[in-house]
């Protein structure tokens, strides 16, 4: 049953394709996202998924399509996109409080702004307490924490994240689930959020994108229409589970 959804469109890409030499990576991809949503995009192993937020960030130049952030072309001097990798990657030479300022301070923010998202930021992680520690001194998962935090704090048009859990134990991954949804709650992000975990996508999701083996296209896209917090353990989300994973089944 599809759920009405009036937020205006944030990001549209359209006929996206990427080719390295004669290899066809991803096959004319065209899609819309909603401002503040959350889409979790999966696939089968190798299918395309780095090469597609590649294209999204600019790493990799698109052979063909487009990418506007609202209604006008992505120009990184006038939007702002941040992203995440699996890869912990704070500066270990900066304290928690300055990776998160980090970002801001190369933005010119004044200053007052700076200090509020900060402190915002480490309220909203749990931070507080480590905000004059280096990241050397916390935990892998307190680093990736700080890097998240960071990237909400830029209040970016467009959050990607590729995998950001994927070196996490199964306990600390939960916990991150949970303060992603809150950061992205309370700040009203947009976000695309690549996972091989379809428990993890169906957790997070308002919308999960399906991407067929290589070269990708764009498979389904299903609506997560569960409350929140999400129960991995519901029939409901069983059967998100279940049907995510039969489309992704490529053997
Ligand atoms: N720079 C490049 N030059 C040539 N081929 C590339 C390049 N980058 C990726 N590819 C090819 O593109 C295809 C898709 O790779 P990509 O890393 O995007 O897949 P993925 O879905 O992210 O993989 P995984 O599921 O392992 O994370 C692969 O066949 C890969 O060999």
């Known amino acids: 049953m599809p ?6 469109i944030k990001v549209e890409v359209k006929n996206l394709t990427k080719r390295f030499g004669d290899l066809l ?15 979790c995009v999966v696939g089968p192993t190798g299918c395309g998924k780095s090469t597609f937020l590649n294209c999204l960030t600019r790493i990799h130049m698109p052979s063909e399509g487009d990418l506007f952030i609202d209604g006008v072309p992505a120009d990184p001097r006038k939007h702002n996109i ?13 304290t928690v409080e300055e990776n998160i300022a980090y970002g801001l301070k190369i ?20 931070l507080q307490e480590f905000r004059k520690s280096y990241p050397g001194e916390l935990s892998v998962s307190a680093e990736q924490r700080i890097i998240i935090g960071r990237s909400f704090a830029m209040r970016p048009d467009l959050l990607l994240m590729d995998e950001p859990y994927g070196q996490m134990d ?9 303060e992603v949804i809150r950061l992205w709650k309370e700040l009203g992000s947009t976000v695309i959020f690549i996972t091989h975990n379809i428990e993890e996508a169906v957790y997070l999701a308002e919308k999960v994108m399906i991407l067929t083996n290589k070269p990708a296209k764009i498979k389904e896209e299903v609506i997560i229409d569960l409350p ?16 995510i994973t039969d489309k992704i089944k490529w053997w």
């Open 107 to 126: 933005k010119k923010l004044p200053k007052n702004e700076i200090d509020e998202r900060v402190n915002q930021i480490l309220d909203l992680m749990g």
């Open 82 to 94: 941040s992203f995440v990798f699996q890869e912990p990657s704070a500066l270990p030479w900066m």
């Open 25 to 39: 990576v991803l096959d004319n991809m065209s899609f819309n996202i909603r401002k503040g949503e959350f889409v």
């Open 228 to 243: 929140r917090p999400r129960d991995i353990t519901s029939p409901k989300f069983i059967e998100y589970r279940n049907y």
């Open 3 to 8: 759920v009405e959804d009036n937020r205006p």
């Open 170 to 178: 199964v306990k600390m991954r939960f916990y991150l689930e949970d």
